[in-house]
């Protein structure tokens, strides 16, 4: 399998490659740029093209010539069609708790693969719908001040702490944390297979 180039820093995203036996490295170099959409489907896949970009054009000036597939993603929560991004600070992430609680809501990944040396470029927004148990005042201020959300999409970390609160999941659960890697695997089988 071609070595994969993860254009991405997030923790979870290494781990979950790491789960499934892929060989990557990171490469980051550049991040979002401020886009006019607040459609959930469209914010990640821009989202994902943006990161994907950046590396391709490192890559383009460095003189780079290795047959490599480079990975972005980008993930975002939405309740009620609103995309709900990483907290600004313990208030923003008591508030999306209140939202969530109680309710489904839906989390998109954007995934962009492009094969560096043919070209081939593939795009996808997986969907997966998470339902919340009632959380009171407390349990939320109690969640928050473990300081799990701040860094989180939806300020809440399904992997984690925040699990406790989930009571059901339609979908994949591996999108939740932040990367579909099943369909992930097929895209990419399929992107080596049709070279």
Not at 42 to 57: F, N, S
Not at 174 to 183: E, H
Request: proline share 3%; net charge negative.
């Amino acid at each position: 399998m071609k070595k994969i180039i993860l254009a991405s820093a997030s923790p979870r995203r290494k781990e979950l490659l790491e789960q499934i036996g892929m060989e990557f490295e990171v490469m980051v170099c550049g991040g979002e740029a401020p886009i006019e959409t607040t459609i959930p489907e469209d914010v990640v896949e821009i989202h994902a093209l943006q990161k994907l970009q950046a590396v391709i054009e490192h890559l383009e000036e460095s003189g780079y010539h290795q047959d490599v597939i480079i990975l972005s993603a980008d993930t975002v929560v939405a309740y009620d069609s609103k995309v709900l991004e990483k907290p600004k600070d313990e208030q923003d992430a008591k508030s999306m708790l209140g939202m969530l609680q109680g309710n489904t809501h839906q989390v998109y990944t954007g995934v962009a693969l492009y094969d560096y040396l043919s070209k081939k470029e593939k795009v996808f927004v997986q969907k997966t719908e998470v339902t919340f148990y009632a959380m009171t005042e407390e349990e939320i201020r109690e969640y928050v001040n473990t300081k799990e959300p701040m860094d989180k999409a939806g300020s809440y970390g399904i992997q984690g702490i925040g699990g406790k609160y989930v009571k059901e999941i339609k979908g994949d659960y591996n999108n939740v944390v932040g990367l579909p890697v099943a369909r992930l695997y097929q895209e990419v089988k399929w992107m080596m297979n049709n070279d």
